[in-house]
Each structure stands twice: as structure tokens, then as C-alpha cells.
């Protein structure tokens, strides 16, 4: 008889969550020791709380709605879904640079996706060619594969916003070289309309991420558009990614949640107009999407959650202020002629915005359906968090140049 990798006693979680919790508290990090009070222009800095990387949702000018859970959710995870709910978790993610995830079409793989014979995730992580710009994350995901028999496929590329067609195994070095190495990562200043684009520097609070980087680092020149080898770059249209960790592979507990949380984000989304399913590619929009392992299967579900620069960049109106994507979007409804509310699509506003780049990542774990609405309300349309010691693992915010490593 099978066992259920979904369940876990709780006392052997308890137990290892609260040796891990000492060892966390008796070893501190090189950045916990000294904060400088002044950075250098494009110095990154580690944030030592979730409170200076992300605000937290305050009741006050929140609203009494961030204390409370979605009433009307009915989505219920298994009965024997059991994670470690004890382990602290901010501030223990490693740092990554780059973000490559891989249009497979698929949302479960083999349990290592570079061991997939043939596949651009064997290429990239197996290729003689590493990015020159810190650590990239490989993901394969659940993005649909180019309807053409050309054995070629799709990649999305982050913070850059940008995909780019036409990727096979031959031409991956091409992709590194002439797109990776040469975007910006999670510790390059944002650059701004208003002001020169600072060139990126590594940040000195996480070897791995940034070991390999240059000590003085050269402004990210741009690709070009349609490279030598036929690599062809577009922005992606989305304003918001939501990656769902789904790989049963590696724990059933990622193949239960992540269809679930797909089915009651989509629930909420749409009514507002954002809601984009996998071929849905209209500006604007929150793209949800299935992607290989992550780490912290334990912590399931994780939820990572990239905000574009545009989102942002306004901060009265999306971010940072009680009430303003509740004010933005009582600006867009209207009655019919029964007296009926009707809510506009949102997204006519945000396609004069533009998208940019992803200028936040905000890695959540321990979600539940129950948090979906909530989070969409406050923390992928405004940048807060509901319940930052429970549910942030970690991330990063470029417009204030800190991260969580």
C-alpha cells in the first residue's frame, strides 16, 4: 500500500522547525551585523524585516477586510494537507539574479526539469555558456508551446518582462549571450523616464547571486530585437505573473494546490477585467502560470509573484495608498439601464501606462484559497502584505533597491 506524501505528522515538523528557528536566531547574516545608513547610487541593500522590504496591510486605512480571510471561498485543500506551519521563513531564500522560465506546455515534468532529455532546460543548465550576470532560476512551466512543428519554443524572461520565441537547444548560448547577459537582474536599479538608468552593481549581501558578476558592472545594454540566430524578443503583455509551483514530481502537495489556487485567483481577478488565461495575451492583466520546483515544497503552496514597474510607478493610484485601487476602480463602473453595476475592463487605463520591467518580487508561501482574494486586493495590486510573518519566504524591490538576501 502507497503512503501520502502529503502527509506529515505535525510533531516531526515541530521539531525540525524549532531547531532550525535557534539555529536562524544564533547565526546572523554578514548584512545583520551592519546596516549602512547611506547606500551608493546602485548599491542594493539586504531589508532585515518584511516590513522594509514590503508594507503590511494596516486595518486603519485598509480597511477591516485585510483581518479577515474570503468568506464566500468554497476551495478546500485535501483533508491530509499537512506543511510546516512553525519554521520561520523570511530572510532564508538565496539569492537568484535571473529568472528564465521555459514554455513546456506542460504542468508536471520529470523531477529534475534540466534531466529532460532534449529540452532547453537540459541546454541551459547543461551548456558550456553561463550567464556572466549572477545566478539565474530555471523553471519549465505550463506556457503554451508555439503552435508550429519546428521544435522550437518560448521563454519568459525576468525582471526583464520580455519573451522571446524561437529558443531551441542549439541556440541557448545565443539566448544567454545575447539576452540574459545583457538585461537587467534583480539588483539593477529601476531606470526611470525621469532620470539616466544607473548602471547595475552586485549586491555585496549574497555571494552566490552575484559572485560571478563584474566588480564594476556596465549599464545593461539593450538586445536586439531579432538576434543572429533568429531569437526574436516581445514584452509580455502582463502586468502582474502569478507562478504556481505545481510539480507533483517532487510533492504531491504542489500538484493538489496549485490548480485549486489557479481556479479561486481566477474567480476574483475576473470580475475586474484582469484575468488572462494561458492564450490570453491582451495588455494589461494578471498571467497565471504553473512552474517546475522551487524549493520549500514543505511551505506549500508557494506563490511567487512578479510586479511590473508600471505598477508602481504611480504610487497614488496602485500602491503604497489606502484606498487606491478601490478609488481607481469606482472610477470605472458604471449601471446598466436595470440599475445593475457594471465594472469596465481596468486594463484600458493600464495599457497608456506601459509595462516595463518587474520591478518587485514578492515570494509567498503557506497560501491557501482562502488567502487568494486578499491577496489580490492588496498585495499584487497595491505591493502589501496580509500576513508577512506567516506567508513572505522573501523578494525584492528595485524602485527601493533592497532585497531579502
Partial sequence: MGTDSTYKPINAYKMTAALKNIYYRLTPTSSSLSLPTQKNPGEFTKARTTDALFPTTDPATD???????????????????????DEELYGHVKGWSTHLIVATGKSDWVRDVADEKGSIMEAVDKGDVKPSNGKLMLSASDIPVPEHSDHSTTVLL????????????????????????????????LPYASQPALPPAPSPLSAEASASEPESAAAPSIPPAISSSGLKARPCPHKYLILLCSQKTRDARCGQSAPLLRKEFERHLAPLGLCRDLHDERPGGVGIYFISHVGGH??????????????????????????????????????????????????????????????????????????????????ILQGKLVKPQRQLRGGFDRSKQLASW
Fill in 63 to 85: 480597511g477591516d477586510e485585510c483581518l479577515h480571510d474570503c468568506a464566500s471561498c468554497t476551495i478546500k485543500y485535501p483533508r491530509k494537507f499537512t506543511i510546516d506551519e
Fill in 298 to 379: 514543505k511551505f506549500s503552496a508557494n506563490v511567487m509573484i512578479y510586479r511590473s514597474a508600471s505598477a508602481i510607478e504611480r504610487p497614488n493610484q496602485l500602491n503604497g495608498h489606502a484606498n487606491g485601487i478601490e478609488e481607481s476602480l469606482e472610477k470605472l463602473k458604471v449601471e446598466d439601464d436595470k440599475g445593475q453595476e457594471v465594472v469596465l475592463d481596468v486594463n484600458k487605463a493600464q495599457e497608456a501606462e506601459g509595462n516595463g520591467e518587474a520591478a518587485q518580487c514578492i515570494w509567498l508561501a503557506r497560501v491557501r484559497p482562502e488567502d487568494c482574494e486578499n491577496i489580490i486586493r492588496y498585495t
Fill in 158 to 189: 525576468l525582471p526583464k518582462f520580455q519573451f522571446i520565441d524561437n529558443v531551441t537547444p542549439a541556440n541557448t548560448p545565443d539566448l544567454i549571450r545575447d539576452f540574459v547577459d545583457k538585461g537587467p537582474t534583480n539588483t539593477s536599479p
